[in-house]
């Protein structure tokens, strides 16, 4: 019997309910496939996502996580998505600055349209986390040594 | 100090103000620590020198709750986090009298007694009037001194100005303390590789007991219930909820004050294990500056919080991967 040793990421999916998560269900309707690795989380907008759910996500053992939001101006609330856009921005440039690994987190603007690009995205989002491998550095940026 | 006093005694005698906000003498010559005054006779106990590094506008909060009118000093500094509580509509402007009182950099005694003083019995060149470039400092094991700009906090020597952004009057004189780049420490660590950095705040925050002091004395951190306190016991407000809140505590803080801090390094004043916890704020800062255009937390009372607004053409959070 063969083991599959292969790494298989955990990755979280914040998709926003008017955009992203139907464009999901389109790439899913549409029978685009994409990895059974990401999970998907429905927000009413990604202005929705606190910056720490996505800590969290990662302290529960994520090895990636992604946001999805309608594109800038089309927001269904018309602007949540820019403040979500500023808060990501400075959250991933502290990730970066505590010294976890640039790309393992991810905003990408997706429309209920863009089936493909959905895919696409989640594509090169899970190979993206496959080369960094697993998460650690999040797990526990506190653990006594 | 002495003008400070009697303008304090005059205030209250002639019902300008019903109390004193300001700093009392210590068991220590060297921890003052914020009291209320209410009668010309405690004043006596009034002190403000070299020590007196705490950042009274926070306790503004409470005193607008009080009846009659607060006078509060404020160093040039504070009074950019009494703006942001403006701002945010904590304090009160007319339960406040603000006396700007000068500041010629405030001392912190961890980094006298990290030059090897110890025992100190007394300390002179710390007084609020003296112009002193050197501490005399009597001990247990005889004189020593050290020079005022060695002893100084980590904020003085990147001071934002000794301009009082908001009073009704001022006393004393400033000096000049700013000596170092604002920045260099946060692009020290931004040069760094990732497994550096990673070591370098691992290490950093394997220190940090939460004893939450440094969210306690924040004036940023102003919420009535905060995300911290445990919702299950209301006298255990230390206690922690889950492990998440453990580990995340410092980023979390950090990105709740982002756009809001007012960079008073009071943080890392108080860090009883010396946390230089003002590198994350700072870091918040930095990175606003550079996105969203310069912006300083209460410089100006009723600005917009960069976190609270934004643009059409804001970068991309992807430029992170970008940035060097």
């Known amino acids: 019997m063969s083991v599959n040793n292969e790494f298989k990421p955990k990755i979280v999916a914040f998709c926003c309910n008017w955009c992203s998560y139907a464009g999901a269900d ?29 800590l969290r996500a990662f302290e529960k053992g994520a090895d990636g996580v992604i946001i999805c939001g309608c594109h800038p101006g089309d927001c269904h609330y018309s602007t949540g998505n820019y403040y979500a856009r500023r808060r990501m921005t400075l959250l991933f440039s502290m990730l970066d600055y505590i010294g976890v690994e640039k790309g393992r987190a991810r905003v990408e603007w997706v429309s209920a349209a863009e089936g493909v690009k959905f895919a696409d995205t989640m594509n090169s989002f899970v190979s993206k986390i496959k080369d960094l491998g697993e998460n650690v550095r999040l797990g526990d940026i506190r653990c006594k040594n | 100090m002495q003008e400070l006093i009697t303008r304090a005694k005059e205030l209250l005698e002639n019902g300008t103000v019903a109390r004193v906000l300001g700093w009392k003498i210590g068991d220590l010559p060297y921890n003052p620590e914020p009291a209320f005054f209410e009668t010309a006779e405690s004043l006596d106990k009034f002190v403000y020198n070299g020590f007196c590094g705490a950042n009274l506008s926070k306790y503004m909060i409470e005193a607008s709750k009080l009846e009659g009118k607060t006078l509060v000093c404020l160093k040039p500094c504070d009074t950019y986090s009494f703006n942001q509580l403006l701002t945010e509509h904590r304090v009160d402007r007319d339960k406040a009298y603000i006396i700007g009182v000068g500041c010629k950099g405030k001392l912190d005694v961890e980094k006298i007694k990290k030059t090897g003083i110890k025992g100190i019995v007394s300390i002179s060149g710390a ?11 009597d001990t247990l094991y005889g004189k020593k001194s050290c020079a005022y700009g060695d002893a100084m906090l980590e904020r003085c020597h990147v001071c934002k100005g000794k301009e009082h952004k908001i009073y009704d009057e001022l006393i004393g004189e400033s000096r000049d303390t700013a000596d170092k780049e604002r920045f260099a420490e946060v692009e020290m660590i931004e040069a760094m590789s990732p497994e550096e950095k990673f070591a370098f705040f691992q290490k950093e925050l394997s220190k940090c007991i939460r004893c939450n002091a440094c969210r306690n004395v924040c004036p940023a951190c102003s919420c009535r219930k905060c995300v911290f306190d445990s919702n299950k016991f209301d006298s255990a407000q230390k206690a922690n909820v889950d492990s998440f809140e453990e580990k995340m505590f410092h980023i979390i803080r950090a990105f709740h004050v982002a756009g809001r801090c007012t960079d008073c390094g009071e943080c890392s004043r108080v860090c009883p294990q010396g946390i230089p916890l003002h590198l994350f704020n700072r870091k918040f800062i930095k990175d606003i500056d550079e996105l969203y255009g310069d912006y300083t937390a209460g410089a100006e009372a009723g600005s917009l919080a960069p976190l609270t607004d934004f643009k059409m053409d804001d970068a991309e959070p992807s430029i992170v991967n970008e940035r060097g």
Do not use: Q, W
Request: glycine residues 2%; contains cysteine; hydrophobic residues 40%.
């Open chain 1, 26 to 54: 389109l790439a899913g309707s549409s029978r685009l496939a994409y990895p059974a690795d990401v999970k998907i989380i429905r927000v009413p907008c990604s202005c929705r996502v606190n910056p720490m759910f996505i």
């Open chain 2, 127 to 137: 007084e609020a009037d003296s112009a002193c470039d050197t501490l005399e400092i």
